[in-house]
């Protein structure tokens, strides 16, 4: 896989990650339609021209989702156990449709597993920007990761 191990992510290491997306009007009526978020700001066009944005807001949930698989090739593919919480969560500017969002990740603390000795814990502080590099989102993350199997 080509997700990195507990081992790995040491604290301060940083990524830059390759991979960008633009998001689409599809992506955000999906998104809120299968979450059942009729928010109008989200799904009605006529409705977000007349708010102060003056086009539709991607939903916000969808950006934080975005900001973190943007970050899975090159961090935990693979190699997560699995996601523990998120927190200080933060949409500073909006996300519009045909914006094209870029993620940053650092590795900002990190412990053993006291209950596992084949896993630990990692937190992840995750920013992602639009194409002007405008700060959209931010968390931080903390996953559960495994360790690096012993050699045979």
């Known amino acids: 896989m080509a997700g990195l191990y507990f081992e790995d992510l040491e604290v301060g290491r940083s990524f830059a990650h390759e991979i960008r997306r633009t998001v689409t009007e599809m992506d955000n009526m999906l998104f809120s339609t299968l979450t059942m978020n009729p928010q ?3 799904i009605d066009r006529h409705f977000a021209e007349q708010s102060e944005w003056g086009q539709p807001l991607v939903n916000s949930l969808f950006t934080l989702g975005l900001m973190i698989g943007l970050s899975v090739q090159e961090t935990t593919l693979g190699t997560t156990l699995a996601n523990l919480g998120m927190s200080e969560v933060k949409f500073p500017h909006p ?4 914006d094209t ?3 940053e990740t650092e590795v900002v603390g990190r412990r ?3 209950s596992r000795p084949e896993a ?3 937190e992840f502080e995750h920013r992602a920007y639009n194409q002007e590099d405008k700060l959209v989102a931010s968390c931080r993350r903390q996953a559960f990761m495994r360790r690096r199997p012993a050699e045979a």
């Open 40 to 42: 109008p700001l989200h």
């Open 95 to 98: 996300v519009f449709q045909g």
């Open 101 to 103: 969002i870029h993620v």
């Open 112 to 114: 053993e597993s006291r």
């Open 120 to 122: 630990g814990i990692v």
